[in-house]
């Protein structure tokens, strides 16, 4: 039985409730991602939920996420330590990589030929929003890596489709991209309050939410609450703010994560995240298990888990009128609110650990039998 014929099988069973989750021998299993101990950006955040549910969880960090002396060190033991794992754990059979486009593909890349040395199955699990833009510009390189690979993992259908034109891989699958559990203790408040969770700058498409903010301030003003939260463009970000007279509407909270970045989405009214190119963001899935209702674009896996007029509002991006006309809506329409939020929750469990868990351990079963 084909791979995807076996994932949709377990869909099938775990929502009829007949499937129970069988724990996986992971000791075989070697993964290669990012320091995730300090959970800074989706990829970390994966692998800090997949941590949880494998035990062991054998672990080569590539990468920190600060500082070039600290990256460059970090990596050059990561090259040590693989080989380590190499020469003196003949258990493992298969290598698990986390990668994204630009330094994280050309550090991949080592591990991912190293390991077909040594005779591993090679899953790679793409990350990156740009990867499309990324192939475009070193095609040559990404698709001998990439043939390499015994699976490549997508996180969502447009995603696969676009590997398996671009690459013509006979093994690319959907995973859903895995949230914690929610912590949900819901704070009261008399204004509407919009979150923003990223990286600033114009692939997220902050300047176009500041620029609708700008536009509408005497409308805003005294309703909205503007919370916004990442590294990137901040003092760009900060100087828009101050100069156009936001103080009262926008608060930065500098780069969020833990108990901090709970508060916020136990706080929030509605989320937004008006990018340009994404992958499946962590930060709206997680914004959905807190039964938010969404504001985002119609970019990568996003339409697969955002419905017009369902669990919010989708737009194309750099389109601010539609933006704007959002953002009225939700605020003036608090059941609007509570609906769409319910239906973010609704569609969001697919997303949880048990469910993605069981598609990881069919995955690797499915390597080892072969």
């Not at 486009?101 to 550090?107: G, K, L, V």
């Not at 890349?109 to 990156?128: E, P, Q, S």
């Not at 828009?240 to 926008?250: D, R, S, T, V, W």
């Not at 995240?273 to 990568?300: F, Q």
Request: hydrophobic fraction near 40%.
């Amino acid at each position: 039985m084909e791979l995807d014929t076996l994932l949709k099988n377990i869909i099938s069973q775990r929502r009829c409730g007949k499937s129970k989750l069988i724990k996986m021998d992971t000791r075989n299993i070697l993964t290669i991602g990012i320091d995730y101990h300090i959970v800074h950006g989706g990829v970390a955040a994966v692998e800090n939920v997949y941590s949880t549910f494998y035990k062991p969880f054998n672990h080569v960090a590539t990468v920190v996420d600060y500082g070039a002396l600290q990256k460059l060190t970090t990596f050059i033991k990561a090259y040590a330590l693989f080989w380590k794992w190499m020469l003196f754990h003949r258990e493992i059979k298969i290598v698990h990589v986390h990668g994204a486009s630009d330094a994280s593909f050309w550090r991949k890349r080592i591990f991912i030929n190293l390991a077909k040395m040594f005779g591993k199955k090679v899953v790679f699990h793409c990350h990156g929003a740009e990867f499309q833009r990324f192939t475009a510009r070193h095609k040559k390189a990404v698709l001998k890596t990439i043939t390499k690979c015994d699976c490549i993992i997508a996180l969502s259908n447009s995603w696969k489709e676009w590997f398996e034109e671009t690459t013509h891989h006979k093994n690319v699958i959907v995973v859903k991209n895995v949230i914690s559990p929610p912590r949900v203790k819901k704070v009261k408040h008399d204004d509407f309050v919009l979150l923003f969770l990223g990286r600033l700058g114009e692939r997220k498409g902050i300047y176009d939410l500041l620029d609708v903010l700008i536009k509408h301030r005497s409308e805003f003003e005294g309703k909205i609450r503007f919370v916004f939260g990442g590294d990137g463009d901040v003092v760009q970000v900060n100087e828009i703010i101050k100069h156009n007279g936001l103080e009262n509407i926008a608060v930065f909270q500098g780069w969020v994560n833990g108990e901090k970045k709970e508060r916020l989405l136990n706080m929030a009214d509605a989320y937004i995240l008006p990018s340009y190119n994404e992958g499946l963001p962590i930060s709206i899935l997680e914004a959905m298990s807190y039964s938010l209702p969404i504001i985002s674009t119609n970019v990568g896996g996003i339409p697969e888990i955002l419905e017009n007029g369902e669990n919010g509002f989708i737009m194309s991006p750099g389109d601010k009128d539609t933006m704007y006309r959002a953002i009225l809506e939700l605020m003036s329409n608090e059941k609007l609110r509570m609906d769409m939020g319910k239906a973010s929750y609704s569609k969001v469990q697919e997303h949880m650990p048990g469910f993605v868990e069981r598609q990881l351990n069919d995955l690797y079963r499915s390597l080892l039998n072969e």
